[in-house]
C-alpha cells in the first residue's frame, strides 16, 4: 500500500521569504507523486507532478518539487512566498502500476503569508 | 477553471433523507472519481468508474452508491443520512494515458441536520 506524510500541517512564512512544504512517501512501486492546492471555498488545483521524468519538477506560480527517491521525499518550494500563495497544500501519491487510479492523499500543510 | 462542473455547490437535509450530487467530466475525460473532504477524516478516495464501469472502491460507506451514464456524467447517491455525513464531495476526472492526473471540480457541501 502506499502512503504519504506531510511533517507540518501549519507552516507561517512572511512575505518574500522562501516557502518549504515538507512530504515525504512511502510505495512498494514507482509513485507517481503529485501536488495540489486548494485555496478557500475552493476546489483542488494541480500544482505539479512528478511522473518518473526528471527529479526537479516546475509547476505553477513558481513552485517546485525535487523528488529524491533515497530520501523517499517530494517537498514543495517556492522561493519567494505571495499573498496568493496562502492555503491547503496536499501531497498526493497514487497507486501505480495497479490500474486504479485513485489518489492517496496526505493531511494537508495550511500555508500562512504575513505581510 | 478545472472544465469539471458538480452540482449542486450546496446542499442541506436532514437525517435520514436521500440525496443525489451529480458530475460532468472534463470533455474527453473517461474516468470519474468521487472523494469525500471532512474535518476529521480529511480527504478520502470514495468509488472511480471509467466509462461506464466501476473500476475501483475505497472507503464508500454501503448506504452510498454511485454511477456513471452513457454520457459520461456521474452521480453519487447518499441515503439514509447522518449527521457524520456533512461534508465536501468532490468529483474528480481523467484522461485514460495521462499517468494518474486528475482534475477536480469545486465540490459540494453537503450538511445534515
Known amino acids: 500500500a502506499q502512503s504519504v506524510t506531510q511533517l507540518d500541517s501549519h507552516v507561517s512564512v512572511s512575505e518574500g521569504t522562501p516557502v518549504l512544504l515538507r512530504c515525504n512517501y512511502s510505495?512498494?512501486?514507482?509513485?507517481?507523486l503529485f501536488w495540489y492546492v486548494q485555496h478557500p471555498n475552493k476546489g483542488l488545483q494541480l500544482l505539479l507532478k512528478?511522473?518518473?521524468?526528471?527529479?526537479l519538477v516546475k509547476g505553477i506560480n513558481g513552485f517546485e518539487a525535487e523528488f529524491k527517491k533515497s530520501e523517499t521525499s517530494f517537498h514543495l518550494t517556492k522561493p519567494s512566498a505571495h499573498m496568493s500563495d496562502a492555503a491547503e497544500y496536499f501531497c498526493?501519491?497514487?497507486?501505480?502500476?495497479?490500474?486504479?487510479?485513485?489518489?492517496?492523499f496526505g493531511s494537508g500543510t495550511r500555508l500562512q503569508v504575513q505581510p | 477553471d478545472s472544465g469539471v462542473t458538480q452540482t449542486p455547490k450546496h446542499l442541506i437535509t436532514a437525517t435520514g433523507q436521500r440525496v443525489t450530487l451529480r458530475c460532468s467530466p472534463r470533455?474527453?475525460?473517461?474516468?470519474v472519481y468521487w472523494y469525500q473532504q471532512s474535518l476529521d477524516q480529511g480527504l478520502q478516495f470514495l468509488i472511480q468508474?471509467?466509462?461506464?464501469?466501476?473500476?475501483a472502491k475505497g472507503n464508500i460507506l454501503e448506504r452510498f452508491s454511485a454511477q456513471q451514464f452513457p454520457d459520461l456524467h456521474s452521480e453519487l447517491n447518499l441515503s439514509s443520512l447522518e449527521l457524520g455525513d456533512s461534508a465536501l464531495y468532490f468529483c474528480?476526472?481523467?484522461?485514460?494515458?495521462?499517468?494518474?492526473?486528475?482534475?477536480f471540480g469545486p465540490g459540494t457541501r453537503l450538511t445534515v441536520t
Open positions: 474528480a476526472s481523467s484522461v485514460t494515458g495521462v499517468p494518474y492526473e486528475q482534475y
Open positions: 510505495s512498494s512501486y514507482s509513485p507517481s
Open positions: 512528478y511522473t518518473s521524468a526528471a527529479t
Open positions: 498526493v501519491v497514487s497507486e501505480a502500476n495497479t490500474g486504479r487510479r485513485a489518489l492517496t
Open positions: 470533455s474527453g475525460d473517461l474516468s
Open positions: 468508474y471509467y466509462n461506464g464501469e466501476e473500476r
